[in-house]
């Protein structure tokens, strides 16, 4: 079967996509992450998923960024959701949607995703929205199962893979408040 893995990032793709072709499939990157921000941050997970893409020769689909598309339809009135509420299941709902968009238009017979592989994302809820989308070719891979988290970190070690510190937006970026003291004045 010839299947579109959307790519969020290149560590978590490395174990996706060997695994997948562990069970015969052929495998095609989607990178398509309009939720990362700032852009250099774009720029730095893209080339990682380059790197992954040539050192296991797997092809590579990468749409260009569409950050106020994504802010628009995603993350509008969500802002201050907290990580894993609703601004995370509207953010997975818009890159399974141009995953299965990018499906049809490329011919492949399935799509998956590598957020699968994380334990920091609702494995069902990814899961039920790529069926809600198209019942008959998402594929349902928890790729975390049988140590897969632990076989990307090895993997992305060995191919030495830029591992980013956060899920992506700008939203997830929060920093704990400022506990410096405050400056004294002097009168």
Do not use: I
Not at 32 to 56: G, H, K, M, Q, T
Not at 106 to 125: E, I, N, R, Y
Request: overall charge positive; glycine content about 6%; aromatic content about 8%.
């Amino acid at each position: 079967m010839n299947v579109l893995l959307h790519t969020c990032c290149a560590p978590c793709a490395s174990h996706c996509l060997v695994a997948l072709r562990e069970l015969g499939h052929d495998v095609t990157l989607f990178f398509s992450n309009d939720n990362l921000a700032p852009a250099d941050e774009f720029a730095r997970r893209l080339d990682a998923v380059r790197l992954l893409s040539e050192r296991l020769g797997a092809p590579l689909q990468a749409p260009p960024a569409e950050h106020d598309r994504w802010l628009r339809e995603a993350a509008c009135g969500l802002e201050a959701a907290p990580e894993r509420g609703a601004r995370c299941g509207r953010c997975f709902r818009y890159s399974l949607c141009r995953t299965r968009d990018a499906m049809l238009r490329g011919g492949f017979d399935a799509f998956t995703t590598s957020l699968s592989v994380s334990p920091h994302k609702q494995t069902q809820t990814l899961f039920a929205l790529g069926r809600e989308l198209d019942p008959g070719r998402f594929l349902a891979l928890d790729f975390k199962k049988q140590d897969g988290f632990a076989r990307s970190l090895r993997l992305s070690a060995e191919l030495g893979l830029y591992r980013q510190t956060y899920c992506g937006c700008e939203f997830s970026l929060r920093r704990p408040p400022d506990r410096t003291p405050p400056v004294q004045q002097q009168v």
